[in-house]
């Protein structure tokens, strides 16, 4: 579906990397905190869940922060792929995603000195679980909290550092293996990736700490070493903090910094294979410093997509969505059409509408067909 200008329209296909989508909406990875995840495993919740918002018209659906590693969740109610019964129980999911015609897709993610705490339900206060209470020892790049009054946490060995590479490898294997189409890396909102960005978080004194190369050296590694087993048929992603908003570590120039190194040659782009980068905010420190309100995310994505800029004439370029209180489908095609970013990651607007892209399909292009399966054609009076 193309318009006749020469800007995008928010329901115009988007090609990233390989694959198409057939619109510039994303559900934003969004953790569900499920009882039926026992033991990582995702279940019926997340297939209903899921397969709703494909049914709603999403271009591509983004399944929850996804465990690489038993420590690595964020609490004992989330989803993971390390390991093949987990793999197995995706695979169905996954089907459920695309037969209505989204691109599924996956984030997979440690939390650190994040992990082991209360699932993120009503009533949470964020603290962290015991091992009494199904909870365990957390780990970090230098045995420090990114925020404060969570359990003390315990520093990775060099070996143990390569050994969490070697974990998203195989969470990547995984998610192949069960059909997913994207993957995408969590460096964001101050789990582990994350942590090992910032010097606030990160003091170590081996190659993973002290210079900017060596703080990104975790990411950069586990991106080189996904897309060495991750079909190049198939979609690279990450997201990022684009600034935590707290002196003294990560910002936006930093940011911009990282992605430019990770796509501004042949090389680099041949070596990490990054399709597309979707940026948030925060995540450091125990209060929030930045800006709020509706789009409050927009000038971090908008600088990064400058940097993508450089990579148009690429054989795949650089894609970047923008997230963070997009909520009305005006906003929304805005941010398209003033070249913000290439795609919305729609969140919280999502869990509240599953039918959200078909309502912004009505109310931006009211003649034209809406992204629903044939059987609720009748839903379009009601829009």
């Known amino acids: 579906m193309t318009t006749s200008t020469a800007f995008p329209h928010l329901f115009d296909s988007l090609t990233i990397g390989p694959l198409s989508l057939r619109n510039r909406t994303i559900l934003a990875p969004m953790c569900m905190y499920s009882i039926t995840a026992h033991d990582g495993v995702p279940g019926s919740w997340h297939q209903v869940h899921l397969g709703a918002r494909a049914a709603g018209g999403f271009g591509m659906v983004v399944a929850e922060a996804t465990a690489v590693s038993p420590e690595a969740r964020i609490s004992p109610a989330d989803v993971g792929l390390w390991n093949d019964t987990q793999r197995d129980a995706w695979a169905p999911i996954v089907e459920t995603i695309r037969s209505y015609g989204a691109l599924p897709a996956v984030q997979l993610a440690h939390a650190g000195a994040k992990a082991s705490t209360e699932p993120g339900l009503p009533g949470y206060t964020g603290a962290s679980v015991d091992v009494e209470h199904d909870g365990w020892q957390t780990v970090s790049p230098s045995g420090i909290n990114p925020v404060s009054g969570l359990a003390e946490t315990r520093e990775l ?11 998203f490898v195989d969470a990547a294997r995984r998610a192949d293996e069960a059909g997913f189409e994207a993957v995408m890396i969590h460096a964001a909102h101050g789990y582990l990736i994350h942590q090992f960005l910032s010097p606030v978080t990160n003091q170590r004194t081996d190659e993973y700490g002290g210079s900017v190369e060596n703080r990104t050296r975790l990411l950069r590694e586990i991106l080189a070493e996904v897309r060495a087993v991750w079909p190049a048929e198939k979609i690279l992603g990450l997201r990022i903090s684009g600034s935590d908003y707290v002196e003294g570590s990560w910002s936006l120039d930093d940011s911009a910094e990282l992605i430019a190194g990770l796509v501004d040659t042949h090389q680099a782009r041949a070596q990490y294979g990054l399709d597309w980068v979707d940026v948030s905010s925060g995540g450091i420190g125990d209060t929030y410093q930045g800006p709020s309100g509706p789009g409050y995310q927009l000038h971090l994505a908008e600088r990064i997509h400058r940097v993508a800029e450089a990579t148009r004439d690429s054989e795949r370029p650089l894609t970047v969505s923008a997230v963070g209180i997009i909520t009305e489908p005006g906003q929304a095609q805005q941010i398209v059409l003033s070249g913000q970013a290439d795609a919305v990651s729609i969140g919280r607007a999502a869990l509240a509408d599953p039918n959200w892209p078909a309502r912004a399909s009505v109310e931006l292009r009211p003649n034209s067909e809406i992204p629903f399966p044939p059987q ?8």
Request: no cysteine; hydrophobic share 35%.
């Open 157 to 167: 060995s060099t070996e143990q550092v390569r050994q969490v590479v070697a974990d």
């Open 376 to 383: 609720y054609h009748r839903a379009q009076r009601a829009l």
